[in-house]
């Protein structure tokens, strides 16, 4: 991975480098992340040099910051993230297979193996007891918590599913019934063995209190009326709604969290160039290196007031694309109004009910990108603000777009030209 990141990433924009990283870095660990559960040293290893690959243009010396935590930009595009993957979230992903087919009595011959040799004694199921086996197989049996999360067991036999703690009923049986629970003296038994012994054994002291007797006849009245067929396997399936396991649907289920706005699943579908879209998510972010975030990471400017007009107002990402008189005037060109007594994400959403027009993502995502340039052409070039050269930019830039949208965004942006 060191080898790969100072090569042609330093050549290349945010967008080519987050495809670097999402492509070539994030691929590499995979193969090994199939079978072994890497270590947390390693998996920061490989997270700074992908941070570097993303922010540094591949620089391992330099010692700049992130311009956003990498923990955002490791959440799905819908959830404001760049949808870099999660190696630890999708290593164990990759690892819960093991289990699936471990629990489920997989055909395999090291399925039967651990089986008869590890586990022999049925009273208690494997992930009740302390890891056994080889230093493989202890970090994946370590990982039932999380397995036990997103599944749930349909017990046959009953030697695979803790009585009290597992997945079998709507909720666990020490929740629905605390009273009996307290009297237990396996609380780690299968349902098998609280099938097979006597009260004696389970519980103690006898007789069991008014109420503890009322949820022990409710549970066996439970447990009368299943089907137990000690003929079949205990089944377990997932929270998708199968019983067939999926890396890819469990990685989604340990990202899940609640949406952010829709902002960031909308402009991921515009028909911009790459570079347009990374660009919008930094704006939306408020992660452009405007020089009011220059001032709050402590770097010493001459001036922090806005290069584009003569109010003499701090240059604020929305000072900057909203407020300043050259950007107001950049907006009536188009046209577009923003109400910016709203919100800035608001105020987006209602700029777009109001023009009314299926290219407005690529319109407002354009007109910014121009913006900025124009902006850092002033800064970093001695560049002078016009109008009319901002048109005709934004007129090449939207050419652009139409050439590669797809079809109904490029004849809609035909008919509204």
């Not at 819908?78 to 997989?106: M, P, S, T, V, W």
């Not at 028909?271 to 347009?276: I, W, Y």
Request: hydrophobic fraction near 40%; charge should be positive; aromatic fraction near 12%.
């Amino acid at each position: 991975m060191e080898r790969r990141l100072t090569g042609i990433s330093k050549f290349l924009s945010y967008n080519g480098r987050l495809i670097l990283v999402n492509s070539v870095f994030s691929a590499l660990p995979t193969s090994y992340m199939c079978t072994l559960k890497l270590p947390p040293v390693v998996i920061k290893q490989i997270d700074i040099y992908r941070k570097h690959c993303l922010w540094d243009k591949g620089d391992i010396n330099r010692k700049g910051k992130c311009l956003v935590a990498w923990e955002t930009a490791c959440k799905p595009k819908d959830q404001g993230g760049l949808g870099i993957i999660d190696i630890q979230k999708q290593n164990e992903a990759l690892l819960l297979k093991f289990l699936d087919k471990f629990y489920n009595r997989a055909d395999l011959p090291w399925v039967k193996l651990t089986w008869s040799k590890l586990y022999a004694n049925e009273s208690i199921p494997p992930h009740a007891r302390s890891p056994v086996g080889s230093p493989w197989w202890k970090d994946i049996i370590k990982l039932f918590p999380i397995f036990q999360n997103i599944s749930t067991c349909s017990p046959n036999k009953g030697n695979s599913v803790l009585l009290w703690s597992d997945n079998w009923m709507e909720q666990a049986a020490k929740d629905t019934f605390p009273q009996l629970y307290s009297f237990t003296r396996k609380p780690k038994g299968s349902i098998k063995f609280f099938l097979n012994e006597p009260l004696e054994i389970i519980f103690s002291p006898l007789p069991l209190p008014p109420i503890a007797a009322e949820q022990l006849e409710e549970l066996q009245d439970i447990m009368h009326n299943r089907h137990w067929d000690l003929n079949l396997n205990d089944i377990w399936s997932y929270n998708w709604g199968t019983s067939s396991y999926s890396s890819k649907k469990a990685y989604a289920l340990f990202l899940k969290s609640p949406p952010d706005s829709q902002l960031f699943k909308w402009i991921w579908k515009s028909g911009n160039l790459g570079n347009h879209k990374f660009f919008f998510w930094l704006l939306l972010r408020d992660r452009l290196n405007t020089r009011n975030l220059l001032r709050r990471k402590h770097m010493h400017l001459d001036d922090y007031t806005c290069v584009m007009c003569s109010q003499g107002c701090e240059e604020t990402s929305l000072h900057l694309f909203f407020e300043c008189s050259f950007s107001k005037e950049c907006w009536e060109t188009i046209p577009i109004s923003w109400d910016l007594n709203l919100n800035p994400v608001d105020m987006i959403l209602q700029a777009h009910l109001q023009f009314g027009n299926p290219i407005f993502r690529e319109i407002l995502i354009t007109a910014c990108w121009i913006i900025w340039n124009t902006r850092n052409g002033i800064i970093f070039e001695h560049g002078q603000k016009n109008i009319h050269v901002w048109k005709r930019q934004f007129r090449d830039e939207i050419a652009l777009v139409c050439n590669k949208a797809r079809p109904s965004v490029s004849s809609a942006l035909s008919n509204w030209k």
